[in-house]
């Protein structure tokens, strides 16, 4: 990521909404300004004087020529700042961040071959996008959806998907175990995935057995969101690297 591509912005928020108690779509004007699927802005909704110190790295979630969406959990002061604001209020965005899917590198990989994207939990938020992006370069991708209960914005999801697999621990809906349990990578020529550590490691063990090529989206604390601080570095098969920075989509094999 070239950190002269990424920019400071203020927008208008046009509208935030629960999908959960504790799971915000925060919708704001502007259109994605070129960014990939995958990567992520800054988020701030207040003063340089006032707190939280730190902006809040947030996945971008879905967008289109007018609006940006962004979907995150509630977990801290920051959050909830950003969840308790109105329509036509402002809020300071820095990015696009990060390193995302590379949809050419995707399509040729996959080549003849379907794609499967898949998800757990929050981990779903960025992959929205990436849907969306598929679908419109003709590859509509497989979506696999994990939740521990109650799904939550799978709806949004539908237009963009080939089918849609789900599973909850619960057996709330669909499948009761792991998203893991639905994946057979196999039938696959890359597998795409975002979530927790544990459902991404499964995902990668599984696509290595089957020697499917697979791409993951790490979820990692940011503090600066440009590789300076080195807050968010992890240990990889080539060396120390920022997830901010260098990710947070890598090769599965150089994370796990």
Request: aromatic letters at 8%; glycine letters at 14%; a positive charge.
């Amino acid at each position: 990521m070239n950190v002269q591509s990424c920019k400071w912005e203020q927008a208008a928020v046009l509208g935030s909404e629960r999908l959960a108690p504790d799971i915000v779509r925060l919708t704001v004007a502007g259109g994605p300004a070129g960014a990939l699927p995958g990567q992520f802005y800054m988020l701030r909704a207040w003063q340089g004087g006032e707190g939280p110190f730190l902006s809040r790295p947030i996945s971008l979630h879905d967008a289109d020529a007018g609006t940006r969406r962004f979907l995150f959990q509630i977990k801290g002061a920051g959050t909830q700042r950003l969840a308790a604001l109105e329509a036509g209020w402002p809020l300071t965005l820095t990015g696009p961040l990060g390193n995302g899917f590379a949809l050419p590198d995707v399509l040729q990989t996959a080549g003849d071959r379907p794609v499967a994207v898949v998800g757990g939990g929050i981990g779903t938020a960025p992959l929205l996008y990436l849907c969306r992006r598929l679908h419109a370069a003709g590859k509509a991708p497989d979506f696999f959806a994990g939740f521990r209960d109650e799904p939550y914005g799978l709806d949004a999801f539908a237009p963009f998907a080939g089918r849609t697999a789900l599973a909850t621990d619960s057996g709330a809906a669909g499948h009761r175990g792991l998203v893991t349990d639905l994946l057979e990578p196999a039938a696959y020529g890359i597998v795409l995935a975002c979530g927790p550590e544990p459902m991404l490691r499964a995902v990668a063990a599984k696509c290595k057995a089957a020697g499917t090529p697979c791409l993951v989206s790490l979820e990692k604390r940011m503090a600066c969101g440009l590789g300076a601080c080195l807050g968010c570095t992890i240990r990889t098969a080539n060396g120390p690297r920022a997830v901010c920075k260098d990710g947070p989509v890598f090769f599965a094999g150089e994370v796990f």
